[in-house]
C-alpha cells in the first residue's frame, strides 16, 4: 500500500507543478526556459514578451546558442512568435 500512496502522490506534485507552470506569465516561464538552457550564454541575453510573442535580443557567441535560444522558447506553452533578433559575435 505504500508504494500506491507513493505514486499517487508523485503523481499529484507533478499535475500541480505542471499547472503552476501554465498559470505562471509568459515572461517568467521564457526566462526558466532559457536558464535551464545549458547551450544559451545568458548574461547578453534579453528578451520581451507581448501576446504570445517573443524577441529575443542580445548577443551570443556562436550559431548554435542562438538556434539554441530559440529552440528552448520555441517549446514553452504560450509562445506563438519569435523573433530571434540575437546577434552573433565571434570571439
Excluded at 17 to 26: E, R, S, V, W
Excluded at 37 to 43: D, K, L
Aim: proline residues 2%; negative net charge; glycine residues 6%.
Amino acid at each position: 500500500m505504500w508504494t500506491g500512496e507513493l505514486t499517487f502522490f508523485l503523481l499529484s506534485t507533478i499535475e500541480k507543478l505542471a499547472m503552476t507552470m501554465i498559470d505562471m506569465p509568459l515572461d517568467y516561464r521564457v526566462l526558466t526556459a532559457l536558464e535551464q538552457n545549458p547551450h544559451v550564454a545568458r548574461r547578453n541575453l534579453r528578451f520581451e514578451t507581448e501576446q504570445g510573442r517573443v524577441t529575443l535580443r542580445g548577443v551570443v557567441g556562436t550559431y548554435y546558442q542562438k538556434q539554441m535560444a530559440q529552440e528552448a522558447v520555441r517549446r514553452v506553452e504560450g509562445v506563438r512568435e519569435i523573433a530571434n533578433e540575437l546577434e552573433v559575435c565571434w570571439g
